[in-house]
């Protein structure tokens, strides 16, 4: 506004307060008193303005209410500055203007808007007190001068300069910057055209301050949003190579620099490991590994704090590694307490990283950080589930090499078997053992007199079950060479596991003792699924005096035989799982078989499989199948391959979650 004491400004412009007050904070220097002496030297090339009593003619008046609106309807700072210039160009004829604003960092003037300078004037540093402007500045008054060749400190950046005006912005007594004009004749500048621009100046100073507080407070919006970008972005990649590349590529969004890296700690070498650097947005490869400490990487590192470094050169901390650098700025990348890593940002500029770029790496960092240690975790976990998966299968391989690779095929029966893991590997377990013959040492033919199939469940999944059952299966193949009794194989296998003795490990198994000789089949069960027993009549089961509760002949099941004649039967042979009590003993039942009758022997993911409805595949339906199904009597592979397709049928896509076993014996 204008230099006037409020006492002497018009009523209309006076505000309430006391007569001191200063609109806009501006204290224009005061008038000599009339009748004070003058000293002869008092006289300077330049005069800070007297303060005249002034009036506002309509001139000025109209000038204000079109400074007003022109400052009134825009925040953008860049338009503000064009409007300004354009209204003082209308009551002052220059052809040399300029506005000069405070750096915040520096504190220097530098040119915001010019016209009339060359490109070398504007690029100009102006300290305060230094040259007209920084004297307007550094006195906070107008400074008219007539004749600046007469001017000690005056800059001259331009020869045919001959007078200027110079007037500071003020806001809130702080000095936020200069309007500067320049004219090529000597005392251009009128004290009406100071009054003008301390009045363009008095109301401009606030509308600066205001559009550089709306610029800072949406670059900050603008910021925090893509901030928030990155970060939903970064969290989503979980490869660690393509996510340090993908965080250069975002954080070029906000700071632009020139140089980036990224590097690593690394507990097995202790120091922090290059990863990726970019230059100039090329991807580019670099040896630099930093240790804790050392350079300014490593003293961010050791402070777990940012440093930021106006010039490397005048640092004793920086390490050259490129020449041409002159700023950087350094954030520790900081997860659960521990620095993990370091963002670096390098550029050619002087000072050209500030507290603003500080802080938004140093608050983007926390999530990088974040995203690092989950995608190493990731990759950690990686490469465990692949480790994993060659054990498994190698783990399968071994389990399938447990298996029988073919069943034996006696003269008076065929045997055929199947086993589908619910899992890469299982827990089910089958196997036929070679008995040779009555009396004689265990011995392998092409056809054997007596074989022992064996079917048992390990309790639980996966590997687990699959290690069980290979321990399970190596003590059976021990004890087989003592030709044991089914009933007393499995209580001594039951003893064995009892000495090995794994919490919440047991088996369900069941066996039997085919005597292809005599055609009779004696059947031991330790809490394994009941086998199905299919033949033309009622089956004559008779069990052994000495090893069942109850003696003489008992029936192999209650079915009725239909009326295409054949009959499917359980044997109810039970007992106790092994693993799980000590000194069990169990009962053991003999069949005497006839040509045709079948045997089916299964674990409980036959009958317990489900479908989507989440109904279970059950006994009845087995039973069904190996009553009505046309073929499913005529072999024993026949037999396997009815049931597997029909469990199949059920389930209609729905995940196995049991193994599947099966191992029939038909009677020829």
């Not at 090499?401 to 299982?426: D, M």
Request: charged share 25%; glycine share 6%.
């Amino acid at each position: 506004m204008c230099a006037a004491r409020k006492s002497d400004a018009p009523a209309d412009l006076r505000s309430e307060g006391s007569a001191e007050h200063f609109e806009g904070d501006y204290r224009p220097a005061q008038a000599a008193l009339p009748g004070a002496p003058e000293s002869a030297n008092s006289t300077p090339a330049y005069a800070l303005a007297p303060t005249p009593n002034i009036r506002l003619e309509p001139l000025q008046l109209d000038f204000l209410m079109r400074l007003a609106d022109a400052l009134n309807t825009t925040l953008d700072l860049n338009t503000l500055m064009h409007r300004v210039a354009d209204l003082v160009r209308a009551v002052i004829d220059y052809r040399i203007f300029a506005i000069l604003l405070v750096n915040d960092r520096s504190g220097d003037l530098r040119m915001r808007f010019q016209t009339g300078h060359t490109p070398e004037v504007e690029r100009l540093r102006i300290k305060p007190g230094r040259g007209i402007v920084g004297e307007a500045a550094s006195q906070r008054k107008s400074v008219l001068v007539e004749n600046v060749r007469k001017v000690d400190n005056y800059i001259n950046a331009n020869p045919n300069v001959r007078s200027e005006l110079a007037v500071p912005l003020i806001v809130k007594n702080r000095v936020i910057g200069v309007i500067d004009l320049q004219s090529e004749q000597h005392g251009y500048f009128t004290e009406e055209h100071q009054r003008l621009l301390e009045l363009t100046a008095s109301r401009m100073a606030i509308a600066v301050e205001n559009a550089r507080l709306y610029t800072r407070v949406s670059r900050q919006a603008q910021t925090l949003t893509v901030l928030n970008d990155i970060s939903r972005e970064i969290t989503s990649i979980l490869d660690l190579d393509d996510l340090l590349e993908r965080i250069g590529q975002l954080l070029k969004r906000v700071i632009d620099f020139q140089m980036f890296t990224i590097l690593l700690w690394s507990d097995r070498a202790q120091r922090f490991e290059h990863r990726f650097s970019s230059r100039f947005g090329e991807r580019i490869k670099r040896e630099h590994n930093v240790t804790l400490g050392e350079g300014i990487i490593g003293h961010a590192a050791q402070m777990r704090t940012p440093v930021l470094v106006p010039d490397v050169r005048k640092d004793p901390r920086y390490i050259i590694a490129n020449p041409e650098v002159r700023s950087e700025l350094s954030v520790p990348l900081i997860y659960k307490g521990k620095v993990i890593g370091i963002i670096d940002l390098e550029h050619t500029r002087v000072n050209y990283y500030n507290e603003e770029h500080q802080t938004t790496l140093s608050t983007l960092s926390a999530q990088v950080a974040i995203s690092i240690a989950n995608a190493r975790l990731y990759q950690r976990i990686s490469e465990e589930e692949q480790r994993l998966e060659r054990d498994l299968a190698m783990a399968r391989e071994v389990q399938l090499r447990l298996l029988p690779s073919a069943p034996p095929q006696p003269r008076h029966a065929e045997i055929a078997a199947a086993f589908l893991p619910a899992r890469s590997i299982g827990g089910d377990v089958y196997d036929f053992i070679d008995y040779g013959t009555a009396g004689n040492d265990l011995y392998k033919t092409a056809q054997p007199e007596r074989i022992a199939i064996v079917l048992g469940d390990v309790s639980g999944k996966a590997a687990p079950a699959a290690l069980y059952a290979a321990l399970v299966s190596g003590i059976l193949r021990s004890l087989a060479a003592r030709h044991l009794p089914p009933a007393d194989l499995l209580a001594e296998l039951n003893n064995q596991l009892q000495e090995r003795k794994l919490d919440s490990q047991y088996v369900t198994m069941l066996m039997a003792l085919w005597n292809d000789e005599t055609r009779t089949l004696q059947i031991a069960n330790a809490g394994s699924v009941q086998p199905l027993y299919v033949t033309n009549s009622a089956a004559e089961v008779t069990a052994t005096p000495a090893r069942r509760s109850g003696k003489g002949k008992g029936s192999g099941g209650d079915g009725a035989a239909p009326a295409d004649g054949f009959n499917v039967a359980t044997v109810q042979a039970e007992g106790f799982p092994l693993g799980l009590f000590p000194d069990a003993q169990y009962e053991e039942l003999t069949i005497a078989a006839k040509s045709g009758d079948v045997l089916v022997f299964f674990s409980d993911g036959i009958v317990d499989a489900l479908n989507a409805e989440g109904e279970m595949f059950g006994t009845e339906r087995l039973e069904a199948v190996l009553r009505e199904h046309p073929s499913a009597c005529n072999s024993a592979q026949a037999t396997v391959d009815a049931i597997l397709a029909a469990v199949n049928t059920f389930q209609s896509g729905t995940a196995h979650f049991d193994d599947e076993t099966l191992v029939v014996l038909r009677v020829l």
